[in-house]
């Protein structure tokens, strides 16, 4: 009976043994890689910083047939209108100007301004009529996250 306790503690460490030396053979192998990226930065955890947007828009100048149409038509209006604002805000303004004088007279004085840029993780706060006629939309972003997903994509 001895004998089988034996065999079986000498099958045990070999096959542990064998177990050990693949593990670290593989963990050779993958170190020993050149292109395997070492990611030790600790990412400390910040408060949120909330950015808020609110875009406006009015019912009745929307297409549509009916008077809910047209209000769908100004929710979905208003709210993209809160993303332009938060884009806006996240990323700035391009503006671009020009005036024309003449005989020292202000002839003409025009500019123009456009928003481009993509925000992602902004959720809606609040969506609400405001007095009979217009729609409201209220979104807010995490500026922390928006830097994190912009250093995450340049990595």
């Given amino acids: 009976m001895n004998s089988v306790k034996v065999a079986a503690l000498i099958l045990a460490g070999a096959l542990l043994a064998g177990c ?3 593990s670290r053979s593989l963990v050779d192998f993958a170190e020993a890689l050149p292109d395997a990226p070492q990611n030790t930065a600790v990412v400390e955890a910040r408060e949120p910083e909330w950015v808020r947007a609110t875009g406006y828009a009015p019912i009745s100048l929307q ?3 009916t008077k809910e149409h047209k209000m769908i038509q100004a929710m979905r209006a208003s709210k993209l209108r809160a993303y332009q604002e938060l884009t806006a ?8 100007g020009t005036t024309a004088v003449r005989d020292m007279v202000v002839q003409n004085d025009q500019f123009k301004t456009a928003v481009s840029g993509i925000v992602r993780g902004a959720r809606v706060v609040k969506t609400y009529p405001v007095q009979d006629d217009v729609y409201a939309t209220v979104l807010e972003v ?3 996250q928006l830097q994190r997903a912009w250093v995450n994509a340049s990595e």
């Fill in 20 to 22: 050990e030396t693949a």
């Fill in 63 to 65: 297409p549509g047939k």
């Fill in 89 to 96: 805000i996240v990323h700035g303004q391009y503006l671009f």
């Fill in 142 to 144: 995490d500026m922390n």
